[in-house]
């Protein structure tokens, strides 16, 4: 299986800044997306931004410009560099990764537990 662990979630103020990190460990053969979403309560949970391991990213329009995704590929470590952030971003932030595990043919989608991040007005 594969364990995400992230970190560095936490209280900012409006326009300030935060990285968030996600390491991924177990048995990995290999990743091909990893990415970030978001939850509030009450609301679906909704993609942040994507990347895939040809280098191609995608954001949602909300963040676009104000958010970047980096991974290191042979630390098997996602980042989302958050810059300018509003009241509106605050949100549990949940890291995603599509991998293979061991031998197996197939990729599955794993989960993060989550970290919360708030943003004061």
């Known amino acids: 299986q594969v364990q995400l662990v992230e970190s560095g979630g936490g209280l900012v103020q409006a326009g300030g800044s935060l990285r968030l990190s996600c390491v991924a460990s177990?048995?990995?053969?290999?990743?091909?997306?990893m990415g970030w979403y978001r939850q509030v309560p009450g609301s679906p949970r909704e993609l942040v931004a994507r990347?895939?391991?040809?280098?191609?990213?995608n954001y949602a329009d909300s963040v676009n410009g104000r958010f970047t995704i980096s991974r290191d590929d042979a630390k098997n470590t996602l980042y989302l560099h958050m810059n300018t952030v509003r009241p509106e971003d605050t949100a549990v932030y949940y890291c995603?990764?599509?991998?293979?595990?061991?031998?197996?043919?197939?990729?599955?989608?794993?989960w993060g537990q989550g970290t919360q991040v708030t943003v004061s007005s």
């Open positions: 177990g048995q990995i053969s290999s990743i091909t997306i």
């Open positions: 995603n990764v599509r991998a293979r595990v061991g031998p197996r043919p197939f990729y599955g989608d794993y």
């Open positions: 990347s895939t391991d040809d280098g191609a990213t």
